[in-house]
Structures are given as structure tokens and as C-alpha cells.
């Protein structure tokens, strides 16, 4: 039986053994007439729109005082304690993903299920801080100064050394070599980060590898040009940290709080004369409209890809675009420009030689340790916790790749470890703690190509929006994930991995078999792209109207009472994983809204 399966057993059990309850407590709600209680009820001091990794941080800092009301609307249902278990994929659990999908461009994912990459953003409470792989890196200083404009008095604060404090205000740090260093870190705050304790024999051989390739172990988050580790992840007692169990679930019961889960915002409110949002329509089924008013403000948290979709069907957006739509524009912004992802490529795969096969009844077992304690192999990432952070251009002083390793379990019984196909490597999903194969994904950090979001032309409403992901587009890219596989390859070379034996494993990787050597890897890489699933950019702050969507203050350009807090809002990548800048800026965000209604009383433009 496949791992995840029995993952999905567990979550059956606990759908069916709380469903009556929440049955009950749904027609109640429903079979409620409205009256001026639920009118009063629809008035907020705050709406967050989207409970995801953002919007739990906000919903806790800004509901802690308890004059502000705050409303919290997630489109996904509430978390499941089977998502706590590190080893779990969760990423691959389609109901709590947007399955979204980019669009075939020709030159990317062209191997890809209809020539498309997918991407997987979370559709859940606590959104892709669920779906994620929980690894803890911050980037680089000078990725942050460069959203800094010189002589913009604004963008003044978005310098690294200012931002620091935001990035420490919700770690707690549990590695003391890290935390020596307390510039960069500290402790006491809600967001539990550590290394996992499991590290088994094959982690050492390839850390002992890169190691004779010449990187060291050092913290990346220190700003650090390069870096092969055991990383950093977002977890407490060997459990799965999310942004709603870190932030939301311990204030759940403040009186001030409401959090309606299953509630998918589908417009804003907007006071055309004053271009002011009132608040949002949302909807718990479909074609139900319900309205929810906020009196301070509303903040978009729905990430870079639903934001846009959101904002254009609210008429603000680029004027061509609504126009072609048959939507009045409001406001003429660049929303959904600007996209970008990370991204990496399939094909790049090691075989071992030396695994035993792991039983179902193992397996079950396994599963059963982690319940009863929290302990055994799926309390660990696997192989998965290894990563080196490569500077390809020395001018930058900063990763340009990250080579991230990901196992796999190729079951005997099935595959040989002869000829398997590279659909086959990237989709067999047994607990991450397993593991036979060792994919190298060569992450390109900081990708030049841009991409846009536009909505569904068919179903502009309930329709998945068009993403333009636009992956390789730019050469310099698909150099750059070339130049890395070079580097990946050398591993082969080292003494570790041939004591070990450990060869490349022979993937089909058609039709690029029969080429060679760059360009065999060109054409891997333009077949077998995959998506970090890592979008930013689409509302970008900005100085003006022309080229951003919020400013500096996370204030929506020309419109009153709205903010954007959450990764769409990044100008460019951060060279590493966006987990812990998305929630910096959360909190950047909520001081200075906190600020805003203390000292300006909420003057909003
Ligand atoms: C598979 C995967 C692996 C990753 N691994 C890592 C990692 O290891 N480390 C790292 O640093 N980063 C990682 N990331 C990236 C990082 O987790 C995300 O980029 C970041 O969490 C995004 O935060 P966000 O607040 O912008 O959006 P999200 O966390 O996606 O939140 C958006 C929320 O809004 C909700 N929503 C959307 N539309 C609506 C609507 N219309 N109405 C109501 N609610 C709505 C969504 O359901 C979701 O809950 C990974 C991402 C993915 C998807």
C-alpha cells in the first residue's frame, strides 16, 4: 500500500468522525434568516481575505487588540493533523491545492501533462505554509536592498538591515550554533525552526560529498554566498509547523476573531465615487453571494496568483485587459504583470544501491511511532533536509542555484531501478522518508524570465486564471540550471559517492536521450521543467502607479482602505525559498498598519 494512501486513511477517519458535528453546526448557519444581527455581524474593523501564510500572521497581530474586530476568509477547509507529519507530501494531496497549471508556451514543460508545469499553492487554512516543504532561508542582503529605490523615502525601510527585526519579531530559533548568532536570530517567538534530529547514512555520505567539493556547512541565512547543509525547517516536536498552527490556532477563541473557513472572496466592495474598498463578497456555496463590510480596511492575502484574479474582477487592473473582459475599470493598475517562479528540472537522479525495500507493515508502523510519539523516520524530511546553495557569478556574492535533493521510492517490484521514466521519479509518492532515488533539482533562485496573470477567458468568475508562467523563457536561465547540472554532476567524482557506488540512475528521459552531453541537458530541461511553485511579483510594490500595484506601505496605488501583505507584493526573488520572507512581510505589514491607525488614525492615502 502507497504511503499516502494510508496518509488518506487517517484523513478519511477523521472527515467521517467529525462530520455529523460539522454537518450540524453548517445547516445551522445556513437556515438563519439574515437579520440586523447578521448585519451587524458582517461589520469588521478588518477583513483578511485568504488564511494562508500571510494572512494567519496578520489575523493574530491585528486581532490582539481586542477594539479591533477582525474577519478572516478562507477559501480551504480547515487543516488536518495528518499534514503534521513531516515525511507526509502534502503537496500532493489534491484537495488542498489549487491545482493550478501554467499555460503551454512552446518552450517550457513541454513534457509536462498537456505541456504545462503544475503549481501547487495550498487551498487551505494556513494556504501553502501546509503544502510547503518547510525549509527555513531568508535570501540574500542584496536582494532586499535592490527593492529599494534610491532617493524613495519609502523604500528606505525595505533595506536588509531594517528588515532584520521583522524576520526575528516571530522565530524561534531551536539550533543554538544558530542562535549564537543573534544578529540574524533569536528566540520567543511563535514560529518554531530547527534542524530534524533524523539524519541517516545517505545524508552523511552526500553532505560528506559536498564537503569535498569544497562548500561548507554554514548558516545560509547569515548571508552567506554559499552553503551545503542540513537545513533549517519550520517545525516544533517533530511537527509540521504551519502559519495557522503557529499564529491562529493558539488565539482561535479571542471574541474579537472570526474565522469562516470554506468562504471563497470572489469580489470587492468598492465606493466608485471615493474608489474606496468597503469590504468583499464572498461565497460558501457557489453562486451564493454574501457580503462582509470592514470598516478600516481590507487586505488582499490570497497570494500572487488569486489576488489577481480577485482584484481584476473588482475592475482593478490593467484597462486593456479588464476591457477585453467586459469589466468596468476602476482603477488602472499592472496587476498580474510581473509574475515570476523558481524553477527547476526532472532528470538529474541518482540510484542507490544499498536500500532494503521497506514493508507496508514497516510503513504502518512508522506511522503508528510518530502517533504515539512523534519519533521514527517520518519524523524527518529524508534525504530532502540536504541542500547546497551554489554562487554560479562571482560578481553577486550570493546563491544563484540551490541543488536541492528530493528522494524517491522506486518499488522493486515495479521498477528495477532500469529505464525508469522520469514521470515515473517525479511521481511516485511514498513518505518523503523513504527513499531509493536522489533527485538533484537544480533550483534556479533568481530567474530572469517574467511571466502574467489574467483570468479565465470562459469563466472569467470560477474559472482557473490563465498563468503566463513564461519558465526559461530567458537563455540566461536555461544557462544557468545548465551550469549547475555541471556542478551537480561532479558529485559522481567524489570519493563518497563512489565508495558508495552510487551511480546516475538510468532514466527514460525521451525524446532527449539520443543527444549529448549540454545539449541533452538543454533539452531535459525544456521537456522537464517543473515549477517551484513559488509565484511573486503580480502586485509588486512600487513607487508609482505605472510599474507596482502597492507601495511601500503595502497600500493598493489610488484606492482607499486596501492593502496587498503577502508574496505577491515582492518585486523580484529572494535568493532562496519564500516561506520566511512572506511572513516578514506579514509582519512588516502589520506595524505599520498598527502604526497607521495609532498615529494617523488610519489616513489612508
Ligand atoms: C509545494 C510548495 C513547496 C514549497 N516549499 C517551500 C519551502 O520549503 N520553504 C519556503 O521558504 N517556501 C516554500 N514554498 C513557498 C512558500 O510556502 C509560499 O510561497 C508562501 O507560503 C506563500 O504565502 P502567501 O501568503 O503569499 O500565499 P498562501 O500561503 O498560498 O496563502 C493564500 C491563501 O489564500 C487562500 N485563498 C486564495 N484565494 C482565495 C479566495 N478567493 N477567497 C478566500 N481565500 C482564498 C488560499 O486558499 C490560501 O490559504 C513552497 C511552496 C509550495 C507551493
Redesign the pocket.
Given at each position: 500500500m502507497d504511503l499516502h494512501y494510508i496518509s488518506i486513511i487517517y484523513l478519511t477517519y477523521i472527515v467521517y468522525a467529525t462530520s455529523d458535528a460539522r454537518a450540524d453546526l453548517f445547516s445551522k448557519a445556513t437556515k438563519t434568516k439574515t437579520n440586523e444581527k447578521d448585519l451587524r455581524n458582517s461589520v469588521f474593523d478588518f477583513i483578511v481575505?485568504?488564511?494562508?501564510?500571510?494572512?494567519c500572521v496578520l489575523a493574530n497581530r491585528l486581532s490582539a487588540n481586542p477594539e479591533w474586530k477582525v474577519l478572516v476568509?478562507?477559501?480551504?477547509d480547515e487543516e488536518n493533523i495528518d499534514y503534521d507529519i513531516p515525511a507526509v507530501p502534502t503537496?500532493e494531496y489534491r484537495p488542498i491545492l489549487?491545482n493550478f497549471r501554467t499555460e503551454r508556451n512552446g518552450f517550457s514543460c513541454l513534457s509536462r501533462p498537456g505541456g504545462s508545469c503544475e503549481v501547487?499553492?495550498?487551498?487551505?487554512?494556513?494556504?501553502?505554509?501546509v503544502?510547503?516543504?518547510?525549509?527555513?532561508?531568508r535570501g540574500s542582503k542584496k536582494d532586499y536592498d535592490a527593492w529599494h529605490i534610491t532617493g524613495d523615502m519609502g523604500s528606505l525601510n525595505w533595506k536588509f538591515e531594517n528588515l532584520i527585526e521583522h524576520f526575528k519579531a516571530s522565530e524561534d530559533n531551536g539550533d543554538y550554533d544558530v542562535l549564537m548568532n543573534s544578529y540574524y536570530h533569536s528566540r520567543g517567538g511563535e514560529m518554531h525552526v530547527q534542524r530534524f534530529k533524523h539524519i541517516d547514512k545517505h545524508m552523511e555520505l552526500f553532505l560528506g560529498a559536498f564537503a569535498e567539493m569544497g562548500f561548507r556547512s554554514v548558516d545560509i541565512n547569515t548571508n552567506a554566498p554559499e552553503a551545503a547543509l542540513n537545513n533549517q525547517f519550520v517545525v516544533a516536536n517533530n511537527t509540521r509547523l504551519s502559519t495557522n498552527s503557529a499564529f491562529l490556532k493558539p488565539v482561535r477563541q479571542r471574541k474579537n476573531l472570526v474565522v469562516k473557513t470554506g468562504?471563497?472572496?470572489?469580489k470587492l466592495i468598492i465606493d466608485a465615487q471615493e474608489n474606496k474598498v468597503d469590504g468583499v463578497f464572498?461565497e460558501l456555496e457557489k453562486g451564493k453571494e454574501q457580503l462582509a463590510y470592514a470598516k478600516k480596511e481590507t487586505i488582499l492575502?490570497?497570494?500572487?496568483i488569486?489576488n489577481v484574479?480577485?482584484l481584476h474582477l473588482s475592475g482593478i487592473g490593467p484597462a486593456a485587459e479588464l476591457e477585453k473582459q467586459n469589466i468596468s475599470v476602476i482603477i488602472d493598475l499592472p496587476v498580474g504583470s510581473n509574475y515570476q517562479d523558481q524553477v527547476t528540472i526532472g532528470g538529474l537522479a541518482f540510484s542507490l544501491s544499498d536500500v532494503t525495500s521497506v514493508s507496508e507493515q514497516q510503513i504502518v508502523e512508522d506511522f503508528k511511532t510518530w502517533f504515539q510519539n512523534r519519533g521514527g523516520p517520518l519524523a524527518s524530511r529524508g534525504i530532502n533536509q540536504v541542500s547546497a546553495f551554489i554562487q554560479l557569478f562571482e560578481n553577486k556574492n550570493g546563491p544563484d542555484i540551490e541543488l536541492a535533493l528530493h528522494g524517491n521510492y522506486i518499488r522493486s517490484d515495479k521498477f528495477m531501478l532500469t529505464n525508469v521514466s522520469v514521470h515515473t521519479a517525479e511521481e511516485v509518492n511514498l513518505p518523503i522518508a523513504y527513499y531509493n532515488l536522489v533527485n538533484i533539482n537544480p533550483v534556479l533562485l533568481k530567474p530572469k524570465s517574467k511571466g502574467k496573470v489574467t483570468l479565465n477567458k470562459r469563466n472569467p468568475k470560477y474559472g482557473r486564471p490563465v498563468i503566463q508562467a513564461n519558465l526559461l523563457k530567458e537563455q540566461e536561465d536555461l544557462d544557468a540550471i545548465i551550469d549547475s547540472v555541471d556542478i551537480a554532476l561532479q558529485l559522481l567524482n567524489t570519493k563518497e559517492l563512489k565508495k558508495a557506488e552510487i551511480n546516475m540512475a538510468p532514466l527514460d528521459i525521451f525524446p532527449c536521450d539520443r543527444l549529448n552531453n549540454r545539449d541533452q541537458w538543454n533539452c531535459i530541461a525544456r521537456h522537464y521543467t517543473k515549477a517551484?511553485?513559488?509565484?511573486i511579483g503580480t502586485c509588486r510594490m512600487g513607487q508609482n502607479s505605472t510599474d507596482s500595484v502597492v507601495n511601500y506601505e503595502f497600500k493598493v496605488h489610488n484606492v482607499e482602505s486596501l492593502r496587498v501583505i503577502?508574496?505577491?507584493v515582492m518585486p523580484s526573488h529572494v535568493r532562496?525559498?519564500?516561506?520566511?520572507p512572506?511572513v516578514m512581510v506579514a509582519e512588516k505589514g502589520t506595524k505599520l498598519i498598527i502604526k497607521d491607525w495609532k498615529e494617523n488614525k488610519g489616513n489612508f492615502l
Amino acid at each position: 500500500m502507497d504511503l499516502h494512501y494510508i496518509s488518506i486513511i487517517y484523513l478519511t477517519y477523521i472527515v467521517y468522525a467529525t462530520s455529523d458535528a460539522r454537518a450540524d453546526l453548517f445547516s445551522k448557519a445556513t437556515k438563519t434568516k439574515t437579520n440586523e444581527k447578521d448585519l451587524r455581524n458582517s461589520v469588521f474593523d478588518f477583513i483578511v481575505v485568504g488564511g494562508g501564510t500571510a494572512g494567519c500572521v496578520l489575523a493574530n497581530r491585528l486581532s490582539a487588540n481586542p477594539e479591533w474586530k477582525v474577519l478572516v476568509l478562507e477559501a480551504g477547509d480547515e487543516e488536518n493533523i495528518d499534514y503534521d507529519i513531516p515525511a507526509v507530501p502534502t503537496n500532493e494531496y489534491r484537495p488542498i491545492l489549487w491545482n493550478f497549471r501554467t499555460e503551454r508556451n512552446g518552450f517550457s514543460c513541454l513534457s509536462r501533462p498537456g505541456g504545462s508545469c503544475e503549481v501547487k499553492t495550498g487551498k487551505v487554512l494556513g494556504g501553502s505554509s501546509v503544502t510547503n516543504d518547510m525549509k527555513y532561508t531568508r535570501g540574500s542582503k542584496k536582494d532586499y536592498d535592490a527593492w529599494h529605490i534610491t532617493g524613495d523615502m519609502g523604500s528606505l525601510n525595505w533595506k536588509f538591515e531594517n528588515l532584520i527585526e521583522h524576520f526575528k519579531a516571530s522565530e524561534d530559533n531551536g539550533d543554538y550554533d544558530v542562535l549564537m548568532n543573534s544578529y540574524y536570530h533569536s528566540r520567543g517567538g511563535e514560529m518554531h525552526v530547527q534542524r530534524f534530529k533524523h539524519i541517516d547514512k545517505h545524508m552523511e555520505l552526500f553532505l560528506g560529498a559536498f564537503a569535498e567539493m569544497g562548500f561548507r556547512s554554514v548558516d545560509i541565512n547569515t548571508n552567506a554566498p554559499e552553503a551545503a547543509l542540513n537545513n533549517q525547517f519550520v517545525v516544533a516536536n517533530n511537527t509540521r509547523l504551519s502559519t495557522n498552527s503557529a499564529f491562529l490556532k493558539p488565539v482561535r477563541q479571542r471574541k474579537n476573531l472570526v474565522v469562516k473557513t470554506g468562504a471563497t472572496v470572489t469580489k470587492l466592495i468598492i465606493d466608485a465615487q471615493e474608489n474606496k474598498v468597503d469590504g468583499v463578497f464572498y461565497e460558501l456555496e457557489k453562486g451564493k453571494e454574501q457580503l462582509a463590510y470592514a470598516k478600516k480596511e481590507t487586505i488582499l492575502t490570497t497570494g500572487a496568483i488569486n489576488n489577481v484574479k480577485i482584484l481584476h474582477l473588482s475592475g482593478i487592473g490593467p484597462a486593456a485587459e479588464l476591457e477585453k473582459q467586459n469589466i468596468s475599470v476602476i482603477i488602472d493598475l499592472p496587476v498580474g504583470s510581473n509574475y515570476q517562479d523558481q524553477v527547476t528540472i526532472g532528470g538529474l537522479a541518482f540510484s542507490l544501491s544499498d536500500v532494503t525495500s521497506v514493508s507496508e507493515q514497516q510503513i504502518v508502523e512508522d506511522f503508528k511511532t510518530w502517533f504515539q510519539n512523534r519519533g521514527g523516520p517520518l519524523a524527518s524530511r529524508g534525504i530532502n533536509q540536504v541542500s547546497a546553495f551554489i554562487q554560479l557569478f562571482e560578481n553577486k556574492n550570493g546563491p544563484d542555484i540551490e541543488l536541492a535533493l528530493h528522494g524517491n521510492y522506486i518499488r522493486s517490484d515495479k521498477f528495477m531501478l532500469t529505464n525508469v521514466s522520469v514521470h515515473t521519479a517525479e511521481e511516485v509518492n511514498l513518505p518523503i522518508a523513504y527513499y531509493n532515488l536522489v533527485n538533484i533539482n537544480p533550483v534556479l533562485l533568481k530567474p530572469k524570465s517574467k511571466g502574467k496573470v489574467t483570468l479565465n477567458k470562459r469563466n472569467p468568475k470560477y474559472g482557473r486564471p490563465v498563468i503566463q508562467a513564461n519558465l526559461l523563457k530567458e537563455q540566461e536561465d536555461l544557462d544557468a540550471i545548465i551550469d549547475s547540472v555541471d556542478i551537480a554532476l561532479q558529485l559522481l567524482n567524489t570519493k563518497e559517492l563512489k565508495k558508495a557506488e552510487i551511480n546516475m540512475a538510468p532514466l527514460d528521459i525521451f525524446p532527449c536521450d539520443r543527444l549529448n552531453n549540454r545539449d541533452q541537458w538543454n533539452c531535459i530541461a525544456r521537456h522537464y521543467t517543473k515549477a517551484m511553485s513559488n509565484p511573486i511579483g503580480t502586485c509588486r510594490m512600487g513607487q508609482n502607479s505605472t510599474d507596482s500595484v502597492v507601495n511601500y506601505e503595502f497600500k493598493v496605488h489610488n484606492v482607499e482602505s486596501l492593502r496587498v501583505i503577502d508574496a505577491s507584493v515582492m518585486p523580484s526573488h529572494v535568493r532562496g525559498n519564500i516561506f520566511a520572507p512572506t511572513v516578514m512581510v506579514a509582519e512588516k505589514g502589520t506595524k505599520l498598519i498598527i502604526k497607521d491607525w495609532k498615529e494617523n488614525k488610519g489616513n489612508f492615502l
